[in-house]
């Protein structure tokens, strides 16, 4: 049950009374600020019901851990994984919740054979990717890393070879390590056995400071309540209070206080006069309808690619509707020079995916996914976004599946995908899909510059039946 207080930052506040300014604001403003908080604000309540769902529900099918502490996933996901949409399944998932109230955070990396891929996400409660470390980013050396939140004004100490810096009080750091085959799970837990997470107090060895105060979670929406409830907004304003204001985000946050949203105080939806409740629902519908455009518009058409989607808070620069596009379609997903995204919703004919059709991809000889890392393809049943279950339990086709595929005469690959096996003889190139509809992204990790600037273009799904 929803708790009708909640603690933070050494005060109690309790849900007596809408914010003043709430009460005066007419419906169609209340509905015209609904629907720009939606667009700005999705990322973050789906960040938070995952981070909920991870460090908080100790008794909920995803916990991991509590903040501040490594959790490593020796295997794969599943179509059991049911917390993040669109997942890889390409490289064991390691994962830390970070609460920087208190103190730092240090991180340590082992020494990583430059063959093998892994990196560390760092991701502020905006779904910002403001950091990385990894082969791309600071090559495979071992090193010790600092993560200091928004308030930490210390001195950079011995031994650290970088400090990086987070602007919300929480963050989400997600590893992965690259799985070459069954046979490599052995070696990725060895290396994640080398990754380390303590407090800056601790790996100085002085006393640790005085705790954050302790926060009363409030209990996520469901992925069908972020789209329709007003509720949205008390969760969106209740995350807001750790995120402090960017310098360009000062207009947009007033215009939220107005309806608020964000001021520091809890916003409760069931104090405000129903017309202005009516008025928050449409405005979230007005949201999703646009995105529902742009979706249509410009990612299904090509206009727009997963690398406007996700980055730091300049690569964006204010596109709030590219970084809700990435949240709703694959919150997570990393920054363009770190992994690419072509993205396959038509086919060849501009008509929707579905198994009741037959599909296929070829890859020729000399035109595979550019990348200095490895690539993959990865099918997603809609409309969870989450892998397909099927009796081969196979996910995906990916670079280290190479030597086992059936060659082209002109040493290329054709992979097929579709629902029932397109034969024994090619079923070793078959990507199963489900009975209904269906979306595959394709992944490109470290991409090499012609995948960047488009001289390479991911290959047509041509349907065939």
Known sequence: MMSTAFVVAGSQFTLTAPYAAAAEITADEARAIAKEATIFGFPLVDN??????????????EYK?????????????????????????????????????????????????????????????????????????????????????????GETPAGIKDIIRCETEFAFILYRTQ??????????????????????????????PEAA????????????????????????????????????????????AKLGIGTGKPFDVTTLKPEIVDALSAGMADAWAEFKQFKETELDTGKRSSGDSFGT?????????????????????NSKDEAMYPAYFVDDGKKPLTGNAQYTLRLASGELPPVNAFWSLTLYELPSSLLSANDLNRYLINSAMLPDLRKDEDGGVTVYIQHQSP???????????PAGPFFMAMRLYWPKPEALDGRWKAPALVRSV
């Open 48 to 61: 938070y019901r995952v981070q909920h769902s991870y460090f908080v529900d100790k008794g909920g099918p």
């Open 65 to 153: 851990a509590d903040w501040n502490t490594l959790v490593n996933n020796a295997r794969v996901y599943t179509p059991d994984d049911k917390a993040i949409q669109t997942p890889n399944s390409d490289t064991p998932y390691s994962y830390v919740g970070a609460d920087l109230r208190a103190e730092p955070l240090v991180f340590t990396v082992p020494e990583i054979d430059s063959g093998r891929y892994y990196s560390l996400q760092f991701i502020d409660l905006y779904t910002f990717n403001f950091a990385y470390v990894g082969n791309r980013a600071t090559g495979n050396e071992a090193g010790d890393y600092l993560l200091a939140g928004p308030e930490w004004k």
């Open 179 to 208: 799985l070459f085959g069954p046979d490599d799970i052995d070696n990725v837990k060895k290396i994640q056995e080398g990754y380390a997470v303590q407090t800056l107090s601790r790996f100085l060895g002085e006393p640790a």
């Open 213 to 256: 105060p302790i926060v009363q979670f409030l209990p996520p929406l469901t992925p069908d309540q972020q789209k329709t409830s007003p509720k949205f907004f008390e969760q969106l304003s209740f995350i807001l209070q750790f995120c402090p204001t960017h310098p360009s985000e000062v207009e947009i946050k007033e215009r939220f």
């Open 313 to 333: 808070r300049e690569h964006l620069a204010g596109h709030y509707i590219d970084r809700m596009s990435g949240a709703v379609l694959g919150i997570y997903g």
């Open 423 to 433: 034969g024994k003889d090619k079923e070793a190139n078959w990507l199963p899909a």
